[in-house]
């Protein structure tokens, strides 16, 4: 693919010998230093389709002019991602692919962690630099973070980013680098302001389209199971943790409360389990993660932004307890599953409020995700028809949902960034509220 002898060697050392269609349709015109606009599902090895140009970049600007080095002050390339969780892989994907760059400089910028170690890493040399955009804006406005050398910048899951809120981030920083840099752009979608965000950022991109949201996902196995009531759901939800073959459940709940609620429920049945979201510290994020890989934890309780950029192949199940508030998103949960060759099984646990959402999930996939039932926890009340409205519950255009027990919780915690967690969390089911520990 013409790429330079150490990073081959990294990547064979990784145990990779063949690339994915992702890597053999972008990394060619990337490294031709062509803008590109990309669509690749989850574990399609899409963080390798940018991260090898941008070390191959890296190594030829050295090349170019050695005298600069250790005097460059400001990073070559900028990745951009949504969570922290996702930019602390990229990071990671970094450094692994990079091992036989010699003194290969990476730093990550991201909220939640103390300030002085990211101003250490902004202060020296820098090859590759992945952040979020809000502590990145927060590094550029005190000028510590300098973004005049870079030579190509990514926007990572740009679609999520847009979702979040940092719009105006997006311009602000994408201002403040050159205007002969290459731009590459990975998005589920490219329709509506994600498009309209390319074509003001782009010049003459490449369109790349991998995955698309119909895919069948063949080592996916899709099932959905009706319940009656708030109860039945959790009964349901019971009985598929203590299967056998959950080797380790992902379960989405739509809002941080729900999160830690859930999470508190399952660990006081005897679950080793723990919660997942963007109000808590990133100590206790990572350690979270750490648990999760090490398979300390059997069961991680998480919400939407907090699980983009999971990356654990030992995830067997992935639950839906909560829907996602946007169809779209529900690809990116079963997503979870199903990596690096194996099979997994995602499920999801409905309402008959939540029908509007199956449909438009279905109508989105362009699949009908099948259902099933359990002995001894069917349910009384037949399927709700898929042309049938929901019945009445909060507006999900507006952040309103129902909580549990049914119970409105106004706003979606993990919608913008920079969310404060509830100060509850809501007790069992007709009880009074538990301060947050």
Request: aromatic share 4%; charged share 25%.
């Amino acid at each position: 693919m013409g790429l330079n002898p150490a990073i081959t060697r990294s990547v064979l050392d990784a145990g990779y010998t063949q690339a994915t269609e992702v890597q053999q349709r972008a990394i060619g015109p990337a490294l031709e230093g062509q803008d590109l606009m990309v669509s690749a599902s989850t574990g399609s090895g899409k963080t390798a389709s940018f991260i090898l140009p941008a070390l191959q970049r890296v190594l030829a600007a050295r090349d170019q002019a050695p005298q600069e080095r250790g005097a460059v002050h400001g990073p070559r390339v900028l990745v951009l991602t949504p969570t922290r969780e996702l930019a602390m892989q990229v990071a990671k994907a970094a450094i692994t692919y990079g091992r036989h760059v010699p003194g290969l400089r990476v730093a990550t910028i991201v909220g939640g962690v103390p300030y002085p170690a990211q101003l250490k890493a902004l202060r020296g040399p820098l090859d590759l630099l992945i952040a979020t955009p809000g502590r990145l804006i927060d590094h550029m406005q005190s000028g510590r973070a300098v973004l005049s050398k870079i030579e190509m910048l990514v926007l990572d899951e740009a679609d999520r980013m847009l979702d979040m809120g940092f719009i105006d981030d997006i311009h602000l920083i994408a201002d403040a680098t050159p205007k002969t840099r290459q731009t590459v752009m990975y998005s589920a979608t490219f329709a509506g302001n994600v498009g309209a965000l390319a074509t003001k950022l782009l010049r003459a991109p490449q369109r790349i389209d991998v995955a698309s949201h119909t895919d069948t996902h063949a080592d996916i196995e899709q099932r959905l199971h009706w319940a009656d009531d708030h109860e039945h759901k959790n009964a349901l939800l019971d009985h598929i943790l203590t299967d056998r073959n959950v080797e380790q459940a992902l379960v989405f709940t739509s809002t941080q409360r729900d999160a830690d609620w859930l999470a508190d429920r399952l660990a006081d049945m005897g679950h080793h389990v723990a919660s997942l979201h963007g109000g808590m510290p990133q100590g206790r994020r990572n350690r979270v993660l750490q648990g999760l890989r090490s398979r300390h934890l059997k069961v991680l309780v998480a919400t939407d932004v907090a699980a983009r950029g999971i990356d654990v192949p030992s995830i067997s199940h992935v639950i839906n307890y909560g829907l996602p508030m946007k169809a779209e998103d529900y690809v990116h949960r079963i997503g979870r599953t199903g990596r690096a060759g194996r099979s997994g099984l995602a499920v999801t646990l409905a309402e008959r409020r939540d029908a509007s959402m199956i449909h438009s999930i279905q109508r989105f996939t362009t699949q009908r995700i099948p259902p099933a039932t359990i002995a001894g926890l069917e349910p009384r009340r037949p399927e709700p028809k898929p042309a049938q409205p929901a019945r009445f519950a909060p507006s999900r255009d507006k952040g309103h949902r129902a909580g549990p027990g049914g119970r409105p919780v106004f706003g979606h915690a993990d919608r913008r960034p920079g969310a404060a967690p509830s100060w509850a969390k809501p007790g069992p089911r007709g009880g009074k509220p538990r301060p947050a520990r």
